[in-house]
C-alpha cells in the first residue's frame, strides 16, 4: 500500500502510514521534506544571485554610457582646447569660442565677462542666445547679482532655477528668458579674471558634471584669454614710438597699405598729411635733448586732440611726423592740417632757466581720389610739399591733390 500511494501519480507528499514499515516511511518522508526544503532555499539564494547579477549589469551598463559621455565631453574640451589655444587674436579668439567651441558642446546660449580694471566692471566680451545676445556695452558692477559674486569669490555656481533665487538679476532685466544658470570662474595662473556664464530657457538643464565640465572648459578658456590679450597688447607696443606713443615708421606703412587697399574698394577719398618741425636740431643744441623730448611729445598731444579715432598719426622719425586721413577730402584735409599747424605754433614750454620756447611746423599734404592714377604715391607727394613749405619759410603748408 505504502509502494502504491508512493509511485501513484499526482502524490504531493510521501505518505507517513505505511503499515509495518511506518518507521521507514517517516524517515523517508522528512529526508523528502528536507530535500525540498533545501532545493527552495538554493532556487532563492540563485534567484538572489541572478537579480544580483542583473543589477551589476545594469550598473555596468550605466557606468559605460556615463564614461562614454565624459570620454566624448573630454575628447570636446580638448578640440576645444586646440583650437583656442594656437588663436592670438582677441577678436578671432572669442568668435572660435562661439563657434567652434560652445556650439559643439551644445552650448548655444553664454556669456563672457571680463573684468575691465579701468572701469571697475564686469564688461560683456563675447555672447550668444535668444531673444538676444548681450551687447559690448552690458555691464555689472561691484556686488551685483551671482556673476560678481562668483567673480569675487573664485566658487563656481549653479542655479537649477532662477525664480526661487532673488540674487539672479536676469542681466539687467534683459534676459527674462533665462530658467538654469551656471556661472564659472575664468581662472588663469590663480587669478580670476572674469566669468563664463552658460543660460537655458527650462528648468533643472544643467547637473553638477555639466558644472564640473564648464570649470575645466573655463580654465582652458581664461589661459587662451590672457595670452592674446598679452600678445595683442606686446604687438601694440612694439608698433608704437616708446616716446610719443604713436605710430612707428614700420606701422605707418602698413596701415597706409591697408587704408589705400580699402579706399580703392569702396571708392572713398584718402589723404595724408606729413609735418616737420621747424629749427627743432637748434633747439636740441640749446636746450638739451629732454627739451627736445618733451617738445616731440606735445607735437604728439596736438596730433591727437585734432585727429578722429580713425585717423592714424604716427612719429615718422625724428621730428617728423605723418597722419592718414580716411575718407577725407582735399579740402577737409586742408582745414585739419591749418588746425594742428596752428596748434602747434600756440604751444608754450617753460625752461628751468626762465625763457618760453615756441615752435612752429611745416606741413604738407596730398589727397587721392578712388580713381586717382598715382595714388601709391601719395605719401611721396606729401612728402616733397613738406620740404617745399619749409624752403619757403616756417610754419607753411602746402596741398596738392592727385
Known amino acids: 500500500m505504502w509502494r502504491q500511494a508512493l509511485l501513484a501519480p499526482g502524490t504531493g507528499a510521501v505518505a507517513a502510514g505505511a503499515g509495518a514499515i511506518a518507521p521507514l516511511a517517516q524517515a523517508v518522508a522528512a529526508r523528502h521534506e528536507r530535500t525540498v526544503a533545501e532545493f527552495e532555499a538554493s532556487l532563492k539564494q540563485s534567484e538572489e544571485k541572478l537579480r544580483q547579477v542583473e543589477m551589476l549589469r545594469r550598473d555596468l551598463e550605466e557606468t559605460k554610457a556615463h564614461l562614454e559621455t565624459k570620454i566624448q565631453d573630454l575628447h570636446s574640451i580638448y578640440e576645444a582646447s586646440t583650437a583656442i589655444a594656437g588663436t592670438l587674436d582677441t577678436d578671432e579668439l572669442f568668435r572660435t569660442i562661439g563657434e567652434r567651441v560652445m556650439r559643439t558642446l551644445g552650448l548655444n546660449d553664454f556669456c563672457i565677462l571680463l573684468y575691465n580694471s579701468e572701469k571697475r566692471r564686469l564688461t560683456c566680451r563675447a555672447s550668444a542666445g535668444s531673444p538676444l545676445s548681450l551687447s559690448d556695452d552690458f555691464?555689472?558692477?561691484?556686488?551685483?547679482?551671482?556673476?560678481?559674486?562668483?567673480?569675487?569669490?573664485?566658487?563656481?555656481?549653479?542655479?537649477?532655477?532662477?525664480?526661487?533665487?532673488?540674487?539672479?538679476?536676469?542681466?539687467?532685466?534683459?534676459?527674462?528668458?533665462?530658467?538654469?544658470?551656471?556661472?564659472?570662474?575664468?581662472?588663469?595662473?590663480?587669478?580670476?579674471?572674469?566669468?563664463?556664464?552658460?543660460?537655458?530657457?527650462?528648468?533643472?538643464?544643467?547637473?553638477?558634471?555639466?558644472?564640473?565640465?564648464?570649470?575645466?572648459?573655463?580654465?582652458?578658456?581664461?589661459?587662451a584669454i590672457e595670452n592674446a590679450e598679452m600678445f595683442q597688447f606686446v604687438k601694440t607696443l612694439a608698433d608704437k614710438d616708446s616716446l610719443t606713443l604713436l605710430y612707428n615708421h614700420g606701422a605707418f606703412h602698413a596701415k597706409l597699405n591697408i587704408e589705400l587697399e580699402r579706399a580703392a574698394r569702396y571708392g572713398r577719398p584718402l589723404s595724408v598729411i606729413m609735418l616737420d618741425l621747424d629749427c627743432f636740431k637748434e633747439i636740441n643744441d640749446a636746450y638739451g635733448h629732454i627739451v627736445g623730448d618733451r617738445i616731440l611729445v606735445m607735437t604728439a598731444g596736438v596730433l591727437c586732440a585734432h585727429l578722429r579715432k580713425s585717423d592714424v598719426a604716427a612719429r615718422y622719425g625724428g621730428d617728423e611726423f605723418a597722419v592718414i586721413l580716411p575718407e577725407t577730402d582735399l579740402a577737409a584735409t586742408a582745414t585739419i592740417a591749418g588746425r594742428i599747424a596752428a596748434g602747434i605754433s600756440q604751444v608754450r614750454l617753460d625752461t628751468r632757466k626762465g625763457e618760453v620756447i615756441s615752435f612752429s611746423a611745416s606741413i604738407g599734404y596730398a589727397a587721392c581720389l578712388p580713381e586717382s592714377k598715382d595714388r601709391d604715391g601719395i605719401?611721396?607727394?606729401?612728402d616733397r610739399l613738406m620740404y617745399e613749405s619749409k624752403r619757403r619759410g616756417h610754419g607753411g603748408i602746402l596741398g596738392e591733390q592727385l
Open 379 to 382: 605719401l611721396n607727394v606729401a
Open 139 to 223: 555691464h555689472i558692477a561691484p556686488g551685483e547679482g551671482v556673476s560678481w559674486r562668483v567673480f569675487e569669490s573664485g566658487d563656481p555656481v549653479y542655479i537649477p532655477d532662477v525664480r526661487a533665487t532673488p540674487e539672479f538679476r536676469y542681466y539687467g532685466g534683459r534676459r527674462m528668458d533665462v530658467r538654469s544658470f551656471m556661472c564659472v570662474p575664468l581662472l588663469s595662473k590663480g587669478k580670476v579674471i572674469g566669468v563664463l556664464n552658460v543660460n537655458h530657457p527650462e528648468p533643472n538643464a544643467f547637473d553638477a558634471e555639466s558644472l564640473a565640465t564648464m570649470r575645466v572648459l573655463a580654465t582652458h578658456m581664461a589661459i
